[in-house]
């Protein structure tokens, strides 16, 4: 009996919330969550301990994304020694509402600290916080440090734009819908930024990349409807065959200039 008892407390203990974690996937797709989609959110809940149910993830176009209560606490349970905020005075701009901030986290008292910017301004965050663009580069900051300190590879919600397929309607910037540098409304910008940031892409070939495919001379000239079928192959590729795509933007790297001795 004694021996049995033995063997039994040398069992692991699993703490982690995988079982209702993925209970609260099925019923938030209707159904058993795709291969790619459970085998994720078992890593992120054994890995990290992060709990669907406490709201410290989110499932955005079959992705998870940490939350800033899930990077809070998993600071909390690793004992974080500090984090210190300040803003970036050179890059800020008070009058147009543009912010950048650095945040250090420091997960021990011994630590030379782990560094994040964020920045935000109306262009880069919901029309619902409009008004709140310093804090939510705060935020943003936080969560980018929080994310290098403890090697949480996951994008936070907090540092994508607005969020899509919430049923938020976005206000075109302008009359001829060309306003904002991307020749489409802030939604399909929105949704292109997010792709980057996902996918790790360069922001500067896929520009190149656009403009070749638009057909036009910059990409302030394409029509919503050429960004938006842009923006949807980019989608498909990256998510089918990422080493393909980024074959295909390395062809808009322009080539070095060889130094002459």
């Known amino acids: 009996m004694k021996e049995r008892q033995k063997r039994s407390s040398r069992k692991p203990q699993t703490n982690h919330p995988l079982r209702e974690n993925l209970r609260l996937a099925r019923q938030l797709l209707g159904g058993t969550p795709p291969a790619r989609v459970a085998k994720s959110l078992e890593a992120l809940s054994k890995d990290f301990n992060l709990s669907l149910g406490n709201g410290e993830l989110q499932l955005i176009n079959n992705c998870w994304y940490v939350t800033h209560t899930g990077l809070l606490r998993i600071a909390r349970r690793k004992r974080c020694s500090g984090i210190h905020v300040e803003a970036v005075d050179s890059l800020c ?76 309607k976005l206000p075109p910037q302008n009359t001829n819908g060309n306003g904002n540098g991307y020749g489409a409304g802030p939604k399909v910008r929105d949704r292109l930024c997010q792709l980057i940031r996902q996918h790790q892409l360069d922001p500067e070939l896929v520009k190149a990349y656009a403009v070749d495919f638009c057909g036009t001379k910059t990409l302030r000239e394409a029509s919503r409807e050429q960004v938006e079928s842009f923006v949807q192959q980019l989608a498909d590729w990256a998510e089918k065959d990422r080493n393909a795509l980024l074959c295909q933007l390395n062809s808009y790297a322009r080539p070095k200039q060889e130094v002459v001795a």
């Open 93 to 168: 701009d008070s009058g147009a509402s543009r912010f950048v901030l650095k945040a250090t986290v420091y997960p021990s008292k011994n630590s030379a600290g782990f560094v994040g910017y964020g920045d935000a301004d109306p262009s880069n965050v919901s029309p619902l916080v409009h008004g709140a663009e310093m804090r939510v580069a705060e935020t943003r900051a936080v969560n980018r440090a929080l994310r290098k300190a403890y090697g949480i590879g996951i994008c936070s919600v907090e540092e994508i734009g607005a969020v899509p397929n919430t049923g938020e």
